[in-house]
């Protein structure tokens, strides 16, 4: 895995893992996987070991916590939900890349308009 | 702050492996049977639906740990591994390990308890608040060395200085604390008003005011928490009462903090009130001034300051402070008595150097231990181990070895303590600054596991390197022990010589000291300090005013004194020898060109007759004083030999004349005597000129009082009835035989000594061991050779020849390495005697003998149990 892609990577799939969260509600973690392939038309193809690090991650840091249930066909399985202040980090984040891309597509904008 | 929260969480998770291990699993699992289900659930064969679901997982164990990755922090997990790995390989070897934990422990507590020693009484010796922005301001003679001040210096000073919160002068003077039932001399100091702004105030009531420091409103008092319990019962109603100082009533005013006690054990302070005509005087340097540094000053600042202000007082005032200059120190600087110093360092050094031969003791055992290992090193390498992670495994359990032995070796140090603390007597302790912090606290833990890392570092560094030889060649099954062991014995046995090296010059050091102090106890002093007692008295201004009643008081003493068949002989003296009080005279000899502009110095005691016959000092030429000498017959004088050669060499000295420089007009003083030197200051080395003049010429308020008797109690007990019957109210102090206020003044070096001896003894014992383990080593590598050259026929005197001419070897090499370092710091050896006892070449040879000696025993051992090895046996030996 190379280094510097993946940490941008890291951060959408934080960001894609909260939004999925606070759509869906709680869900477990190839729950999650599936829904952020589908929601991105399978366009995106998750390698699923990365994904449970970036949920250990996020739940060290107070934004999901998590319990074991289960699940919709009687598995055992470790179900995530959004926290307050998951909740309010996911807004903070959403707003941040709204501006990121707005601004990075103001820039393409331009660079277009003068060649 | 999140990412904070992240690695708490993922310490604390470090505790909690297992559970995290199995939440782990099962969540990969149940991912992994979801996943299943899922490919299954579009249509895929049950083999080809597995095979997908780990694939996406990127494998099973590699997600198992990218997921560890995140949930610990592996350096720590490393580290806590090669812990426990380091931890069970100490306890597969617990012989050696216990060897290497007691060894260090002893060499580390020798350190700790030099080291509490400097830092409780030289690095922070007195528990003032923020003590290192204390400073003692002195003025600097032309001679060198420091003075106190005058009053006038005083004042200037405080008022130009800019780098001072404010100046406080002090001076030192016992008191007379109580009226006629039950009066007590106490070390009392008056301060100037701002005393207490700067140490810190009183716990009780006040400290002193501005308007405090004018006479009439000066009769207050500050006294110590100490002085408070023992004399009032800690009555907290004393403040604002009257308490009687010598001889007037004086209003308390406040008790200060528990153990303050600034300066030398001072247990009552007044307010220090000018006197216009001393202002007058400014060579009247009576004043010790300290103060706290302003706020944005540093020592620098401060020092340069002052000396500039040195500068412009010298110019105004050049009758009195031509050439001279201001010295500001700090608190503990200016504390420390100046023959401290050397000795610290003396210490210091020694106790490093045991440290440093417990160190190559441990060396070779650890080498000893990674032959044994060479085996499992070999297949931790055949195993893929890198050599950066052996080298971390094996600092690790050196470290592990060595904080291991921290607390036996702060339980040692603490116990050395308290004997140090026990062999001091108690009135010297309360002066001693910091003796009472003496002990184990923190920052002896922090010292002492500090120097156990950088000692593991030390001794662990040579062993690293050969324990983790990459040698493959060991595990073929019959691979010879010698063939890797040759630069490892080359090793060890360059650490014997340094051992040896380094345990000559300090035991020839502990020697001298030990040397030094019983010959400054044993003598000769020059005088007979048995069957002598002495005490000390002090006459109160208010019942003595003039110095008619002080000599009526001491005539009628010694008139009693001389008709008691116990008492072979009284007398009174200024100052008693071997005491670390001192009086001077400016001295002026008649028929020289005038003064310079520094006079020299002598000492100066005053006596009454009979002292000269009670302390058995030769007079050697001329006479002794007579009663004849008295208050107003022509002034006299006996010079001691050494004065008489400083000053008139050659000449006979009696009826020349002298007189005091330092006042002007005085008489000139005739000669009539050359006594016998005695060896009174002996940390300045040696004898210096003393001058002696009659008690009736220049009686003191203040003196001793010597009395020869062979029966000390019933001499004791008639001074005690017949001073009752000239005053009742005047208390004997400091009663004490002559040889115990020489004891006492060598509290110091005797404890020097002791230590230095200690050190030296562990030393030579390390050594020994040293070497013992390296011949011991060397014969059980050779014990087939051996076998082989008896087989060849060698006799046995030949091999007791080859292994002990082998141990004499390092042992030369090391003893005269030990000779050069020894030779080349014979200035340490009388810096530790005060120049009594010089280093001697003697004591070098035959302590060097000595170590050769048992240095050769050490080697006889192992080879005589080489020799009861028979051949055939030997031959057959690994």
Known sequence: ?115 | MRTLRGWIVRLVALLRRRARERDMQAELESHLDLHIEHNLRIGMAPQEARRRALMALGGFEQAKEQYRDRAGVPVVETLLRDLRDAGRRLRRSPGPVLIILVTLAVALAVNSTVFAIADSLLLRPLALPDVDRLVLVFETPPGGGRSWTSPATFLDWQHRAKSFRTLVALTIEDAELGDHDRPERIRAASVSHDFFTVVGNPARGRGFIVEESTFGRHRIVVLSDGLWHRRFGADPAIVGRSVVVDGVPHRVIGIAPPRFGFPYGTELWRPMAFEANALAARDNRVLMVMSRLADGATLESAREEMAAIGRSIAQQFPETHKNRGVLVQTLAEGFIEPEVRPLSVLLHASALLVLLIACANITNLLVALGVERRREVAMRYALGATRAAMVRGVWLEHTLLALLSVPLALAVAGAALGLLRASMPARLAVIVPGFELLDVDGRLVVFTSLLAIVAAGFFGAFSAMHATRHEPEVLKEAARAQTAGVSRLRLRRILVVAQVAFVLPLIVTAASSWRGTRQLLNGPHGYDATNVITMRMTLPEWQYPDPSTTRRFVARMLDGLRREPAVNGAAVVNVLPSTNINQTFALEVQGRSAPREEPDYVDDRVVSPAYFETMRIRILKGRAFTELDADRAAPVAIVSASMAAKYWPGADPIGRGLRESSVPGAPWIRIVGVANDILDNWYVGGSVPMLYRPYEQDPARDFALTIRTSDAAAALARVRTLIQGIDPARPLNDVMPMREVIEERLTGPRQVAVIMAALGALALLLAVIGLYGVVGYSVSQRTHEIGLRMVLGATQRDVLKLVVGQASRLTLIGLAIGALITLGTTGVARAVTFGIAPFDPRWLVALALIIAAIGLAAAYVPARRALGIPPVIALRHE
């Open chain 1, 1 to 115: 895995m190379a280094k510097k892609p993946s940490d941008v990577w890291q951060g959408t799939l934080a960001l894609m893992v909260l939004k999925t969260l606070e759509t869906m509600g709680p869900l477990h973690g190839f729950g999650i996987a599936r829904r952020i392939e589908q929601t991105s038309g399978d366009r995106l193809s998750l390698n699923y070991g990365t994904l449970y690090p970036a949920l250990l991650k996020l739940e060290q840091e107070g934004y999901i916590a998590s319990d074991w249930g289960v699940s919709e066909n009687n598995r055992k399985a470790k179900f995530y939900r959004l926290t307050r202040a998951g909740r309010k980090q996911l807004i903070a984040e959403a707003r941040a890349w709204d501006d990121a891309t707005a601004i990075l597509a103001r820039f393409l904008t331009v660079e277009r308009g003068d060649s």
